[in-house]
C-alpha cells in the first residue's frame, strides 16, 4: 500500500500532505519486546497506529522498523494491520525515517514513536491545525514546554528540514530523528505547542515494568479504545495509588540512547 492514502482519511485538502512515521523495534534495554505486548486484545503499536488514523490527518501511514531479524515480528504485525512497513538501520533512526519518507512521499511527517498506547487522536489533529496555521513553520511539538503528560506528546516537523536533518545530526540527535531541529532554534523555525491545565507530571509511556502496570491498569479500566486526554487525567486525579506505580521512574536524558 506504499503511497496510498490512510484508510477513511481525505487527504483534498489544500493544506500539506502529512505523512505519519511510526518507529517500533522489538529492542528495549528496559523493556524488550514492549511495541508488541497486548493490551485488551491489540498490541501497542496497534493502539499507536490506530490512534494515528483516527486523527484523520495522514494522508499515509508508515511503520519505520530496523532490519534486525528480531524486527521481523514488527514487519509482521505492520501486515496484519494493514499499515506500510520500511525497514532501515538499528541505531540510525533518524536515516530510517528518511527512507521511509522517500517511499512515502509528503510534506511533513508527525512523528511516533511505539511505545505511547495511550496516544490522543484529538491531540494529534490539534498540532497538524497548529502546523498548518503557521506558514514556513519548520518544527511544532508539545514537548518543547511540555504540559502534556510524558507519552501522549506530538510532533511535526516539515519534510525538507527533516532532510537537512539528515545532513546536520550526529551521534544521539540521529535516534531522537528530530531533536537537532529543536536543540538549535537559531536554524530552524520551531514552535511549542501547550495545553492547560498543565498535566506533565503524569508519566503514560511505555519504558519499564513500573510503566506497564501502570499502563494496563488504565486499559483495563476504559477497555480497547482511544481515551481522550481530559477523561483520562480526570480518572487518574482519583487513582493515587495508580499514578504512584511510575512515579520514581527516571526519563533518559537526551544524550542517552
Keep these: 500500500m506504499t503511497g496510498a492514502p490512510v484508510p477513511g482519511v481525505s487527504t483534498d485538502d489544500a493544506g500539506p500532505r502529512i505523512v505519519g512515521i511510526v518507529q517500533a523495534r522489538m529492542g528495549s534495554s528496559r523493556l524488550p519486546g514492549k511495541v508488541l505486548r497486548p493490551l485488551a ?8 497506529v ?4 483516527d486523527s484523520g490527518v495522514l494522508a499515509d501511514l508508515v511503520v519505520a522498523t530496523s532490519t534486525d531479524a528480531v524486527d521481523d515480528a514488527v514487519a509482521a504485525e505492520c501486515a496484519r494491520l494493514d499499515v506500510s512497513c520500511h525497514r532501515g538501520p538499528v541505531d540510525d533512526v533518524l536515516d530510517r525515517f528518511l527512507g521511509a519518507l522517500a517511499a512515502h512521499p509528503g510534506d511533513a511527517v508527525m512523528r511516533f514513536t511505539a511505545d505511547c498506547p495511550l496516544l490522543d487522536p484529538e491531540l494529534i489533529t490539534v498540532v497538524a491545525s497548529v502546523y498548518r496555521a503557521v506558514p514556513g513553520l519548520d518544527y511544532a511539538s508539545t514537548s518543547i514546554a511540555r504540559t502534556l503528560p510524558r507519552g501522549l506528546d506530538v510532533e511535526i516537523i516539515r ?3 527533516l532532510r537537512t536533518l539528515g545532513r546536520l545530526a550526529t551521534d544521539h540527535h540521529r535516534v531522537h530523528v528530530t531533536s537537532y531541529a529543536y ?3 537559531e536554524l530552524f523555525r520551531v514552535l511549542g505547542v501547550t495545553l492547560t491545565p498543565d498535566r506533565s507530571a503524569l508519566r503514560l509511556t511505555l519504558d519499564t515494568e513500573q510503566d506497564w502496570a501502570l499502563v494496563s491498569a488504565i486499559v483495563d479500566h476504559f477497555g480497547d479504545v482511544s481515551v481522550p486526554l481530559a477523561k483520562l487525567t480526570d480518572w487518574l486525579d482519583g487513582q493515587p495509588r495508580l499514578r504512584a506505580l511510575n512515579a520514581d521512574v527516571r526519563q533518559k536524558h537526551l544524550e542517552e540512547s
Excluded: D, F, I, K
Design 183 to 185: 536543540t538549535h532554534p
Design 159 to 161: 519534510a525538507g528540514t
Design 41 to 48: 486484545g491489540r498490541s501497542v503499536l496497534g493502539r499507536v
Design 50 to 53: 490506530r490512534a494515528a488514523r
